[in-house]
């Protein structure tokens, strides 16, 4: 089994072509510098428009980052999808590839499903894929899912799976969920990762284990760099700059756009900034004012703000 | 072009083998059924469980149940995915085999998204299908969907793509909702159905086509009965006995588990119990009740009410 994956963790953005297929060289050269930023890879999460595309269309994504020699060791892909057999089939493609771990949602079509469906839809899946390498990070993110991960369904679940079920992503934006979560259920052997660097300092301290957030697919290093060193003195410093870039991004533009848009600019690459309906792309007008921002934040390709 | 399909229409129910696969003879069998008592087939809706489905498990279902013999111009299966690429995939699949039209959710992992960015996705649907004979049920619910079809979006889709934006299901459950959108875009050549069966006689007396509904699983002869007679001096009568049964139902069980029994029930045949997680079964005391609130109701099978 490899090493558990902890630290910054990046939903990596999909780029895709005109006729909006994925674009394999671009997503795979994106990947390979998000590893020399010292991130993991969630690939297949929100950010990355993964529900957007069919199955068929995400595995060879995966077998390219694998062919060109990315560790599978530093990977977590989304495999959660509404369909158990697509959730199994895809989780089942991540373990053959010797993936660290897998990022799953629950599923998501049906509203106010009980805990009981829960926990029978994870074990139906753990048992369809029965494969003692299996690590499983639930992934809570009830703004875009609405469907959500309860401490009542995890205690069930880490009952019944110790060490398959061996962490979760907390995107609720909410920090006295995480918290609640956090002393509830860390530990080395549950790593919760927080679903944004906002949290990450507060996370730590907690005893979290990192971050899956959007905004690494710009400003990784950064945020390894506050990974690194949240117990030392520039800590809470970091973290404020962190979250200014942030909040540039996030709170005035569709996230996911923007940061394609903000990959196009710096990669001198406009066709990244492509999304498959229903997102749209930035305006020009957005684009540039975006870029604006961030420069009057002084903030700098590969992702590095500038020491005052 | 196959003639419109108007009046009552079942989201068929998807039965499912002890080890979760989808029953194709049953599933034949009971649409076979429901073409019998005057229903049309809207497979693979919510009620139908289709998006707890594979792509690759849903065409093999829509393939049986024509090489049966069924009239596809009494079918529109429901298509729409999180996914451009597979709701592609599954709309050219029942255009091919002659559907008379297919129903159509939204895009609907992410929330709040523009009108904008739905009107562009289901553009490249219309675009990437290319084919005249594609009448598309735009699928309003959003109780569960959460993204829903505006009126706005509905304006600009027919005045681009008139003719093969042929109608829409309202599922909000709420009245209002409906007669905004009749009073807007009701007319020979835009098809409204409510939802269910309960606002059946307000629809048609706004101009609406019928309705598809979730209980005409089970009592599809006596909802076409209304849809028949609604000008006719039973017809209020007529509505309230459907009322009767629709909640004896859906108010006080989860509805597609709930229906499930009672199929089981009426055809004594347990198997038909069965649901994909996340959703849960009734408990045997649960279907105990029900068909004992059914039977009080003097409701039996095929779904006819006794006169009193």
Chains 1, 2 share one sequence.
Request: hydrophobic share 45%; glycine share 8%; aromatic share 10%.
């Amino acid at each position: 089994m490899t090493e558990r994956l902890r630290g910054v963790v990046t939903p990596v953005l999909t780029p895709f072509t005109e006729d909006l297929r994925p674009d394999v060289p671009r997503f795979v050269a994106h990947c390979q510098w998000l590893l020399s930023q010292d991130s993991g890879l969630a690939m297949f999460g929100t950010t990355s428009e993964a529900n957007s595309m069919a199955v068929e269309e995400r595995m060879p994504l995966l077998d390219a980052v694998i062919a060109a020699g990315c560790d599978p060791a530093r990977m977590m892909p989304g495999t959660g999808c509404c369909s158990l057999t697509d959730t199994v089939r895809l989780t089942k493609h991540a373990v053959q590839h010797g993936c660290s771990g897998v990022l799953m949602l629950p599923p998501f079509y049906y509203k106010g499903v009980s805990e009981e469906g829960l926990y029978r839809y994870f074990s139906e899946v753990v048992q369809r894929v029965g494969d003692a390498g299996l690590r499983i990070y639930l992934y809570h993110i009830p703004p875009v899912a609405v469907v959500g991960i309860t401490t009542g369904l995890l205690e069930r679940l880490l009952k019944t799976y110790p060490g398959t079920i061996a962490g979760m992503k907390d995107s609720s934006g909410d920090w006295s969920n995480t918290l609640t979560f956090l002393d509830a259920f860390a530990s080395s052997e549950f790593d919760l990762f927080s679903g944004s660097e906002t949290f990450l300092f507060a996370t730590m301290r907690h005893g979290g284990a990192g971050c899956i957030s959007a905004t690494a697919n710009i400003n990784a290093a950064a945020i390894h760099r506050l990974w690194v060193e949240w117990e030392g003195p520039t800590a809470e410093a970091q973290q404020i700059r962190l979250n200014f870039v942030r909040d540039t991004i996030g709170k005035d533009y569709p996230m996911i756009p923007a940061l394609k848009s903000v990959v196009g600019a710096f990669r001198a690459d406009p066709a990244w900034a492509t999304v498959r309906p229903p997102l749209v792309a930035l305006t020009a007008e957005q684009a540039i004012a975006l870029m604006a921002e961030l420069d009057y934040l002084g903030f700098t390709w590969p992702g590095l703000i500038r020491d005052e």
